[in-house]
């Protein structure tokens, strides 16, 4: 794991510096992970959602080589990326189906033990309000909200989540304790 780590960090710095036949090269070492990245955002949607793992994989991939203004730092910054970004394929996706109904109920996203509820099994947070409480959550304190798309919606480590973020794992545990109460409070009103 360790040695696919620096093959892919190297190959991502080796695409930032404008090499192509890097980016050809990463797709293998990474595809698995982001199905498996796509899969665990989906099988939280509701059962008729008809965007597929392979869908959402791809859309993240042509927006991730459409990144060319990023400096990529290593592996797990690339998964935090495409996280954000298979966050925003979804929300984009929430809106447009939201428009569609013309007023119908928004997609529900159901939050996995990080935002465990006592005495339930899962909490059913509609993905759209979940997108503006995060970007609340942003304005307040943009570290605990990166932290929340990190570990919540890229499934990084607390190590991995500390590394991306360059600060000591002691800070992002302290951070995403406070982040899941706050928004644990806030997504309850």
Known sequence: MEEDSKDITQLLQAWGDGRREALDAIVPLVYDE???QAHHYLRRERAEHTLQTT???NETYLKLVEQNRVVWQNRAHFFGIAANLMRRILVDYAKTKHRAKRGGSAENLPLEEAFYVAGREETQVDLLHLDKVL???SEIDEQQ???VELRYFS???IAETAEVLKISTA???RDWQMAKAWLHHELSK
């Open 145 to 147: 909200a990166k932290i």
């Open 171 to 173: 800070t992002v545990k």
């Open 34 to 36: 982001l199905r498996r």
């Open 135 to 137: 970007n609340e959550l």
């Open 155 to 157: 499934g990084l480590s």
């Open 55 to 57: 869908a959402l994989v």
